[in-house]
Each structure stands twice: as C-alpha cells, then as structure tokens.
C-alpha cells in the first residue's frame, strides 16, 4: 500500500486569515469565539459564534468574481491557495491532471440562501440573480478550488455535517493509494453564522450562550464557528520525487455509521472508527499518544465520546492526553475535521498537546485527562483526530511523524 503524507496546510478561521494565525493562537489558548457581528442578534437567546475576523472579501477577489462566490467557497479557495502555495506545488500541464480536490462542507452556501431567501419571502422580489444556484451548492467550494488553482484532476464535494471534510480527506488519500492521483487538495469550508441558520440551531437546544468548555462538568453546548482548513496530501513517492518539506504522515483512516439515531451519538459507533483507523494504520492503542477529541462541549456527546476512548484504549486511555480544541476555534462543523487535522499536525510538530480552553470543573462523566486550559510539552510520535457527526457518521484520522523507514 502507499504511503501518504502531508505536505501543505493553509486555513482561515476565528482565529486569523492564515494557518501561522491559527496555530500560534491555537496553542496560546487564545480564543475566537465572541458576539456575533455579521447580523443583529436582537430576540436571539444564542448571541456568540466563532466568526473570521477582520475579513473584507474585496481583499481578496475581484468584484465582479464575487456575484458567483458565497463566503464558504471564498473561504475554501483561500485556505487551497495558501495550502498549495505552503507545499510549493507546481500546478501546470500534466501534473495537473494527476492532482485531486475532494472538499467538504455540511450545509454549502447559507449566505446566500440566507439574503435570497429573505429578498423573496420579505421584500417580495420576484426575480433572484441567476447565479444565486451556482452560489449555494454544496460542491461550489470543490468547483472553485479547481478552477482557481487551474487543476484538472478528480474533484468533488463531500458532505457528512461534522464529518464531511473528514470524508473529504480520507476519499483523497484512499485516490492515492489506489493510484488514481498523486496529489489531493482536500479539506473542508463553511460560513453558517446567518439568521436563519443560527434560529435554526437554536431550535436544537445544544448551543451555549456564554462559551464552549468541553469536557467540563458546567458545559452549556457548543458553538458555531466558520472557516476552511485545507491539507495537501502527497503519495510519499511523488514528495521525495519533488523533495517537498514533509510535515507528518497520515498513518490510518476509519470510518463508520451508528446507525442508531440522528441527534443522539452511539459510544458503539464512535468506537469501530477509532478501531478502523487503527487497523487500517496498523497501530495498537498503545502506539497512540495523543487524541484532539470531537468535544463539542455538549451533554450528549463528551461522555459518549470518552466512553468510546475507555472502550477502545483500555488501561492506555488514563496515559492519553485528550482535548478539545473547539473549545478556541468553535465547531466549524463541514470544516471542523480539516481545522482540526492541522492542529493534530501541528501538535506532533511542535511536540505540544493543545489545550481544552475554558475547562473549570471535571464532570465525573469525563474522567480522561483533557489538558485544560494551557498546552502541554510531551513527546508524541502518533496523534488521532475524531469526528463524530449528526446521523452517527463518524471519521478518524491518524496521523504520526514522518521517517524514512
């Protein structure tokens, strides 16, 4: 089988426009959630998001371009932009066509189903602009990326809510090992923090109204962020061909449904992805060190998640260093395992576990070590990420330090 590695990282998040933002805010535990500015949150109980600060698109893009980008896909070409440029990949003849995109998202355009569906049920408008389809389709981010980027390769969207760029990623890496490319540009892009689509998670009764402390005995729900994260993945061949900078390789990938209910999260399920990862990585538990967690800081899901961990890690998960780290960057649900991807990455490079921010009480529910609220120093060779979605659609992904053997 093919050894995949990673060799580019580009995001925009709460957190800053660039991946360099995003890691050094990340490990600093300095947050990115706060009220929420992109509309007036009078009559809302939920007043706080993760929102992309700072950000003028016109920074960015040309004007005219912009009447066929909603904000998800601008975000989901700019952290492609930043992940190919960080991989120093050259995208021309040839080696275009050997180059994938698989991009996730949950929902796609909600900014403009949001303003469309406002200009018709509102303001009475008959007629809406006819890019406004084009705008919102949830495989927008994958079409621009490959169009920006001049790429001709296999491209398309995945969407699995919390996992779809979990998805994304491992379609792109299961592409290169079977041979079909050489390089895939995947990840994940969302922008949901509008009126309608914040009264509608309202309606769920899952989100907080003062902040995300997952884990934590006094969590109150989980909160919306935006952003993209995207990775280049490489077959280990065609990087040492090209003498890219390696940054880890991805080891395993699982997946797995619950099978069991829309809202409610199954431990079972969470369990066999943690497994196939593992068995796909041929890893023992043992050989793990570190875990970046689903923890969306909501009742159902930590102690389903840490029951999961004790199920499939035995006597190893009390030596685990297990957070959270929406508890900084918010759950950027289509998104949120490409983001998270990076920090796991970024956490073997740096030899720090990140931070759970905002930890106050342990819930006796959650009785893993979390690293609450300041990153730690601990030498790591292997880390997973877990992403556990609505409608038990889960993804994990191991990832561990690159070598020559």
Known sequence: ???????????????????????????????????????????FRVRIAAEVK?????????????????????????????????????????????????????????????????????????RLHPFTVPKLIPSAGASWISMDLGITGPAFATTSACSSAGHAIGMG??????????????????????????????????????????????????????????????????????????????????????????????????????????????????????INAHGTGTPQNDPTETRAIHDVFGSHADNLAVSSTKSIHGHTLGAASALEAIATIHALQEQHAPPTANFLEPDPQCDLDYVPNKARPMSMSAAMSNSFAFGGLNTVLVFKTYNES
């Not at 060799?7 to 426009?17: A, K, Y």
């Not at 880890?248 to 992805?273: I, V, W």
Request: proline letters at 3%.
């Open 1 to 43: 089988m093919k050894r995949v590695v990673v060799t580019g990282m580009g995001c925009i998040s709460s957190l800053g426009h660039t991946c360099d933002d995003f890691t050094r805010k990340l490990m600093q535990g300095e947050s990115g959630i706060g009220p929420i500015t992109l509309f007036d949150t009078d009559g």
């Open 54 to 126: 700072a950000y003028d698109e016109l920074d960015f893009f040309p004007e005219k371009q912009l009447t066929k980008l909603d904000r998800y896909t601008q975000f989901a070409v700019l952290a492609s932009r930043e992940a190919v440029t960080d991989a120093g990949l050259n995208i021309t003849g040839p080696e275009a066509e050997r180059i994938a995109v698989v991009h996730g998202t949950g929902i796609g355009g909600q900014s403009t189903q949001d303003i469309n569906y406002h200009r018709i049920y509102s303001q009475g408008i008959k």
């Open 173 to 290: 890496v299961l592409m290169l090992r079977a041979g079909i490319a050489d390089v895939a540009v995947t990840g994940g892009s969302e922008a949901l923090i509008t009126f309608g689509t914040i009264k509608a998670w309202e309606g769920l009764r899952v989100m907080s109204n003062d902040t995300c402390r997952p884990f934590s005995k006094n969590r109150s729900g989980m909160v919306i962020g935006e952003g993209a994260g995207t990775l280049i993945f490489e077959t280990l061949e065609h990087a040492k061909a090209r003498k890219a900078k390696i940054y880890a390789e991805l080891a395993g990938f699982g997946m797995s449904s619950d099978a069991h209910d829309m809202l409610q999260p199954l431990d079972k399920g969470a369990a066999r992805a943690m497994r196939a990862a593992l068995d796909d990585a041929g890893m023992t538990p043992e050989d793990i060190d570190y």
